[in-house]
């Protein structure tokens, strides 16, 4: 047997043992982190695909909350904003006033009739119709900032009757970003027209 002799002295090579030690520790570390990173990111929103590609949720009036609604008398946008949510998002919103990332949420707009009812006359009520659906994704981390419906801390949406499963936003700046206007400082959500949102008393 012929054995090959090791040139490197024991102080050096404990050295370099212990130096290997820490830089594969090291290495193990960055591969954890990253890993606990792209399981958090894969778990950000089961709406939002990888090139931040939102799509509407399904059936999400029998998996989400109604947080509240709107009423609109006239004009275009006329008939009832209901909005909702996933339950986890409303009680986060209770505790720390604010939306979680990955928060969805959902406003669907339909057309009203009135009639006359015991509790009163000319009384509105949403049909079975649809206008149209908005949907909205808190991103707190910015993972889509060269999207041009990704910004201001959220993923915009709207979807049409006649193809759900495409975004007919294109930019939200011009599509969404004007109407939420006024509640820049509520994170450009009307949130006083949702008391899902409030602890009850």
Not at 35 to 43: E, N, T
Not at 122 to 133: L, P
Not at 192 to 201: D, K, S
Request: glycine letters at 6%; proline letters at 5%; a neutral charge.
């Amino acid at each position: 047997m012929v054995r090959i002799k090791n040139f490197m002295p024991k102080k050096e090579l404990s050295i370099f043992s212990k130096a290997s030690t820490v830089i594969t520790l090291s290495m193990v570390t960055i591969l954890l982190q990253t890993s606990v990173v792209a399981a958090q990111d894969s778990d950000f929103s089961p709406y939002v695909d990888q090139s931040g590609n939102i799509s509407l949720p399904k059936d999400f009036r029998i998996s989400m909350v109604h947080l509240g609604s709107f009423f609109v008398p006239d004009g275009e946008a006329s008939g009832f904003h209901d909005v909702y949510a996933e339950a986890e998002t409303a009680l986060y919103y209770r505790k720390h006033g604010e939306f979680p990332d990955g928060a969805t949420l959902v406003k669907e707009l339909r057309p009203s009739k009135a009639g006359d009812y015991t509790t009163g006359k000319n009384v509105s009520y949403a049909t079975g119709d649809i206008k149209q659906w908005f949907v909205m994704i808190k991103d707190t981390k910015e993972r889509f900032k060269n999207s041009p419906v990704w910004g201001d801390g959220w993923g915009w949406a709207l979807f049409k009757t006649d193809d759900t499963s495409k975004n007919a936003s294109s930019d939200y700046k011009k599509d969404c970003l004007g109407c939420h206007i006024p509640a820049k400082e509520n994170d450009w959500v009307y949130v006083e027209g949702y008391p899902t949102l409030a602890i009850p008393n």
